[in-house]
């Protein structure tokens, strides 16, 4: 009797063991990933379950990816910088350019340029892709970091505080940008389309060693799904309407904006990564010292620009 209890046991375990091992689950943030690998079929006859879990922006995601809730999810690279400053075990396994950052404003503005933002309170995301772009933007004029108020809150809330005149401008990305602007009436400012920017899918240090198969393979569909979203703009913001519930213009307008093409030159990867770093160092918002290729995992990429199996 009490063998066959053991060895229902260890078979238990095994089972368990195996479902865990043919199991992803993947962290995404207003339809980043999921929308676009639906619309173009790459969710189809995947050979291990996908768990997928909605997050409004990338400070919980990461923070659900550090304790080990997720094995991968879709973040920006100021956040990515941020984590793992603060020891999240976590690296990039594939890259994307994302243009879909922008500085907004009320309509009636009178701010236009990043020098007009001297001494204006700006809301965003503490340690966002939005804050970033605030950070970039001022070095690049030769402004200091001060120069601009910064006021954290959620990417929702920022608009809010941009309608009701608590702040001058808001920071942020897609889709609060294009809803911003059809929604309320505000304008883009400053448009994040000049100043491209990583957009990643990460995975813990623990999933890469367990479920690279599974990452692999999910990394692929992810790269196909992106050039396809490019090719077919109209069917992806669809598929995006559908899952976030938005208006068809933002939804559109989002998928447009954001472009997402898949970048595979691992070089221009860490490049952009390393500016991401750089400008929340000199800033003082993170220790110096962190190099893009402890964020980045070489691994996934090659040199000639091809996906690595």
Known sequence: MKIT?????????????????????????KGNARAVMSAAGELNNVP???????????????????SQHLD???????????????????????????????IVVKNNSALHSIADLKGKKVA???????????LNALHEAGLPDDSVSFVFTTPSEATLAL?????????????YVSFAVAQSGDRIA?????????????????????????????RQRLIRARAWGVAHPQAYA???????????????SKVQRENNAPVEDYALVEKRQQLAIDTFTRGGLIKPGLKADKLVDASFFNANGAAKP
């Open 238 to 252: 669809s598929e995006i309407a559908k899952l976030l519930r938005l208006p068809d213009a933002v939804a559109l």
């Open 163 to 175: 309608d009701n005149g608590a702040v001058d401008a808001v920071a942020t990305w897609e889709p």
């Open 72 to 102: 991968a999810g879709l973040v920006g690279d100021g956040p990515l910088s941020f984590a793992v400053a603060a020891g999240a075990q976590i690296r990039a396994i594939q890259a994307s350019q994302y243009l879909g950052n922008a």
């Open 5 to 29: 209890l053991l060895a229902s046991s260890l078979l238990l375990l095994t089972v368990t063991s195996h479902a865990a091992s043919n199991q992803l689950i993947v962290g995404d943030q």
């Open 190 to 218: 400053i448009d994040g389309k000049n100043s491209p920017v990583s957009n990643y899918l990460v995975a813990t240090d623990s999933a890469i060693a367990s479920k690279r198969e599974q990452l692999a393979d999910f």
């Open 48 to 66: 291990y379950e996908i768990k997928w879990y909605e997050f409004p922006n990338a400070a919980p995601l990461l923070e659900s990816l550090n």
């Open 124 to 134: 965003t995301v503490k340690g966002s892709s939005g804050q970033n772009m605030v």
